[in-house]
């Protein structure tokens, strides 16, 4: 709570009770939450000018979410002896199918989910992995092509987006880094990005990818040190399965095994884990923005939500509780309630009265309000 103290002072009071409103929606409501299903709070032309004109501090609510991050961690990890943790910075995208002819940068990208091009959002996401947590660090948005005529940045693939994303990370421990990529991404210009950062990187690579002798990956014993084609980084190969489902990883920390390598990638996973929650449980599959301005702030709120709601699980989970993001979602909307008091009467009345119906038809508890989020406090 004392994270969003602070980012209260950089808003102004009416944008702030606002925000308030979307953040207690995000955690609260079941189903979709759009502008439409939060008007019993706020109206919906208020909301949408919270989003598309009022001035935000949006620097500092990024920042805001990342110090979450790095203060949970290193909170945790403090007082414990050896070796830092290993850090996952997980590269990876998201498509979010949508239709209308308003909305900015829809574009046609390959969904993998429903194996088939759709028309929507795709966001390239940084998401950093330590131990069990798992927490969206940055994010890019990719635009087509066709979309990018006349500004000044031009056409960026994803890519560069994801060069971007690792250049522009800053560990919150000082530990190992370690960069998971699927086959999309393990290509020349992320992997010296990596390497010229201090990172490892550890990606899947495609059955045709060849190597500097032109034989393929694919095809090379277990083990094999080589390097790709057009590059002169060496890389140790391994594969996973046999026959049609044999796929092939590359590392660039020569020194790994194969049950080391394998044992690493398979914290990229988190992601995908990662990306249902945040569309399912936050929202992020129910932007209907239609201004740039506003698609990036509702981004940046489903993430702070999720990242109040998520480092509150992992706390919960340290002490050998297994709570539900119902739960924690729960608990978080109480503490806003009691933020909203200072804002506004009748909303957290409202909000009371809400939570109090769901407590009874739903077998789920509500903590009691004075329980303290030590790891976001």
């Known amino acids: ?126 998401a950093v992995r330590v131990g069990s947590l798992i927490a969206p660090w940055d994010w890019r948005c990719y635009v087509n092509e066709c979309f990018c005529e006349g500004e000044e940045e031009g056409f960026r693939k994803r890519t560069e987006l994801a060069c971007e994303l690792i250049r522009s990370f800053e560990p919150p421990l000082g530990s190992r880094v370690i960069v998971l990529v699927d086959s999309t991404y393990c290509c020349k210009p992320v992997i010296e990005t990596s390497l010229a950062r201090g990172f490892t990187l550890i990606g899947w690579v495609k059955k045709d990818r060849l190597l500097s002798d032109g034989r393929r990956a694919w095809d090379v014993p277990e083990g094999t040190v080589a390097c790709l084609q057009g590059m002169e980084i060496p890389v140790v190969v ?97 503490s806003l309630i009691s933020m909203a008091t200072e804002v506004r009467g009748w909303l957290a009345n409202l909000w009371r009265l809400i939570l109090r119906v769901f407590q009874i038809l739903s077998p789920i508890s509500i903590p009691n309000l004075e329980e303290e989020v030590s790891l976001t406090t």
């Open 1 to 126: 709570m004392q994270a969003l103290e602070r980012l209260k002072t950089h808003f102004r009071g009416y944008v702030w009770r606002h925000v308030l409103s979307i953040l207690l929606g995000l955690m609260l409501l079941r189903g979709a939450k759009t502008l439409t299903a939060l008007q019993h709070q706020e109206s919906v032309p208020t909301l949408s000018r919270t989003l598309n004109l009022y001035p935000w501090p949006l620097e500092e609510l990024i920042a805001t979410r990342r110090r979450l991050i790095s203060q949970a961690l290193k909170k945790h990890y403090r007082r414990r002896r050896g070796r830092r943790p290993t850090i996952y910075l997980i590269i990876d995208d998201t498509v979010i199918p949508k239709r209308g002819g308003k909305l900015p940068w829809l574009g046609f990208h390959f969904h993998p989910g429903q194996g088939l091009v759709v028309r929507g959002w795709d966001l390239v996401f940084a």
């Open 238 to 334: 391994v594969h996973r399965g046999r026959g049609k489902g044999r796929r092939t990883v590359i590392s660039t920390d020569l020194s790994l095994g194969r049950q080391q390598i394998l044992r690493h990638l398979k914290r990229r996973w988190g992601i995908e884990v990662m990306f249902k929650t945040l569309k399912e449980e936050f929202g992020l599959g129910d932007l209907r923005c239609r201004g740039e301005l506003s698609l990036g702030r509702w981004v940046e709120l489903v993430l702070l939500a999720y990242v109040l709601a998520g480092l509150t699980r992992w706390g919960r989970q340290l002490l050998g509780q297994e709570p539900s993001w119902g739960e924690v979602q729960q608990q978080w909307g109480w």
